[in-house]
């Protein structure tokens, strides 16, 4: 839904009313429908005989209408006013941005950085040309130590003709009282103007006026001071930055790419001219950029190389040992990929495992660097040949709602792992210790069996069954609301907690290379260790998935608009923006009422239960894998 011109101002105006961010402020069009029970309003009422949720303890997990809603709003906020080219509501975005912890803008970088396309191209161009001054004029770096902020202005004009630099009178105040006056008046005039139509000139003026000259900045210039100062950011800046500069090749945007590549060349240089700490992740990003560029090569050597899947390890680990050489020789660090705070000197190259797959992902374990004299290891998986940015995006999503899930109280036991993709085609994923469900039917014959193993861990088998119903109930939301596909029982893995997960997300919003799949993958083994579908757990478990759904209903505005503003390319060419918010709308059935929607959600759990041709569908992959050399 289009909102008017009118809906727009009234939208912008009460958000920056009494320069507050307000608590209630959604779209009419994406707000679900409440319960037309005003006796049962104030609570989220699983439809069924017992009507509450309990816990192990046996409380009631009981969640109140005000809970659960506007997770992040200023995020949703943020997005909106990023899909418009109007400077001062981009710039109004990123004031609003600046109120989230750094763990949070990590959180929702992926879309931030796609929002860098409708940035002003020329200024952006323009800080490069700054920062190139600032670089390599000594006589200019000498003026900013020692001149006032009227005078750099003005020796900034000499360079330049930055109209965007406001004047001196308008930065600088006699003192608070005075500023906050100014403020007041400049800003409550703008706001009941209403007016949307004032130039961006008029408003860089006001919103330097309000926010301060270091506070109105563009996106660009925010998301480069603000990645420079924290590790994981980063890492992560760095490599959305790098995969656009590629991928815009073969797309003919050339101006696109030209902007990745300055906003890239200026975040480098922001780390090359900080601090200590910010000079060495210049280098270790420099230097994994040209390890990751090594590891392509000796990967597509290994799996060019004929032969079984065993002749390709054998390959692969030779040519790592070769490559160990060099590394030892040169004493280089590089920064693990999927956790930034720590380095890795070596690979362990007789450790390496190549999985059954159509690239052959990888298991890689590496030496991690330090002071310490016993050096401990980290495994990886590296993927190379997969466009990874699909996972990402997903994985995503999956912290997003356990975030909002735990905010509220439900802890339902997710494994969010981390996925760095480092080039349209490979990155890196989070190892994290596991089997899939079908090695351990294979091997234990039931799931039941393999949580009373010493292999699956020390916890009691209660606790086991306990994250296995929880996970399982998140999983199941999850995969129903992303529409995530070709769910087998290879991509379904277990912890030794019995925390269950998915993994492998190539298929989404519905799309699956399966005939006719179950909206949620729940075979009878995953049922049976609960104990079976009249056993209390199997209650608790439809009533976590009851309440799990509802919280993300209540966010459902958030949700589809970070996979509206992902531009995910390998779902926008089966799919248009249009259709995938419909898709996403109805899978939260905005149209009814929670009740309705949450006895919705019991069904499909009963329809996905029984599901017989999936069973049929799941024992011909099982035939299918075992061919796999």
């Known amino acids: 839904m289009v909102l008017s011109t009118e809906e727009r101002t009234t939208m912008i105006s009460s958000w920056l009313k009494d320069f507050k961010i307000r608590p209630d402020v959604l779209t009419a069009s994406t707000n679900p429908k409440t319960t037309e029970c005003p006796e049962l309003e104030p609570f989220i009422i699983a439809p069924s005989t017992d009507n509450k949720l309990t816990n192990e303890d046996g409380a009631a997990l ?148 309000f926010f301060g000259e270091e506070e109105s900045q563009d996106l660009s210039s925010f998301l480069i001071e603000i990645c420079t100062q924290d590790a994981k950011l980063s890492n992560s800046f760095y490599w959305y930055l790098m995969i656009e500069c590629e991928s815009q090749q073969n797309t003919g945007l050339i101006d696109i790419q030209e902007m990745y590549i300055i906003v890239l060349k200026r975040f480098l240089m922001k780390l090359e001219q900080g601090s200590i700490a910010q000079r060495k992740r210049h280098n270790l990003l420099q230097e994994n950029f040209d390890l990751i560029n090594k590891l392509s090569e000796i990967f597509k050597e290994a799996q060019e190389t004929g032969g079984t899947r065993m002749k390709k390890t054998e390959k692969l680990i030779t040519k790592l040992n070769e490559y160990n050489k060099d590394l030892y020789e040169s004493n280089k660090k590089f920064l693990l990929p999927t956790d930034p705070t720590v380095t890795f000197d070596r690979f362990i190259p007789e450790k390496t495992v190549l999985f059954k797959a159509e690239n052959m992902p990888c298991k890689m374990t590496l030496r991690l660097s330090g002071s310490f004299l016993a050096y401990s290891e980290r495994h990886v998986i590296y993927k190379n040949g997969d466009d990874l940015r699909q996972d990402a995006i997903i994985l995503q999503l999956i912290k997003l709602f356990d975030d909002i899930w735990k905010d509220n109280g439900l802890d339902l036991k997710l494994t969010p792992y981390v996925v760095i993709p480092t080039s349209p085609e490979g990155g890196f994923l989070e190892y994290i210790e596991s089997k899939s469900i079908a090695n351990i039917l294979g091997e234990y014959g039931s799931l039941e069996s393999y949580f009373l193993s010493a292999e699956s861990g020390s916890l009691s088998h209660e606790t086991k069954v306990d994250n296995f119903t929880k996970s399982c109930a998140g999983y199941s939301i999850i995969t129903y609301v992303l529409g995530i596909g070709d769910r087998h029982l290879d991509n379904l893995l277990i912890t030794p907690e019995g925390k269950l997960f998915h993994v492998d997300f190539a298929y989404i919003l519905g799309f699956d290379p399966k005939p006719l799949p179950p909206p949620i993958k729940l075979t009878k083994d995953m049922i049976d260790v609960m104990g079976g579908s009249q056993s209390k757990n199997f209650t608790h478990f439809v009533k976590y998935c009851q309440t799990a759904f509802t919280l993300l209903r209540r966010n459902s505005a958030l949700i589809i608009e970070l996979f509206a503003s992902s531009s995910v390319p390998s779902t926008y060419t089966k799919i248009s923006p249009t259709k995938l918010t419909n898709r996403l709308n109805e899978k939260f059935f905005l149209e009814k009422s929670e009740i309705e929607a949450s006895k919705r959600i019991e069904n499909i759990i009963k329809m996905s239960s029984s599901a017989v041709l999936a069973s049929l569908v799941e024992k011909i992959h099982g035939i299918a894998q075992s061919m796999r050399s």
Request: aromatic share 8%; net charge positive.
């Open 62 to 209: 009981i969640i109140p209408e005000n809970k659960g809603k506007l997770h992040d709003d200023i995020v949703h906020k943020s997005l909106f006013l990023l899909k418009s080219k109007n400077t001062r509501r981009r710039k109004f975005a990123v004031y609003l941005l600046k109120k989230l912890p750094l763990e949070k803008l990590d959180l929702y970088l992926p879309q931030l950085v796609q929002a860098l396309r409708l940035e002003d191209f020329e200024k952006i161009k323009e800080d490069l040309h700054l920062q190139l001054l600032e670089r390599y004029d000594e006589e200019y770096r000498s003026d900013r130590i020692r001149q006032t902020i009227k005078s750099i202005i003005t020796k900034l004009f000499k360079f330049s003709d930055l109209r965007r630099v406001v004047s001196y009178e308008n930065i600088v105040k006699l003192d608070d009282v005075m500023k906050k006056k100014e403020k007041y008046k400049r800003v409550q005039s703008w706001t009941n103007s209403g007016d949307l139509g004032q130039s961006d000139e008029e408003y860089d003026e006001i919103l330097c006026s």
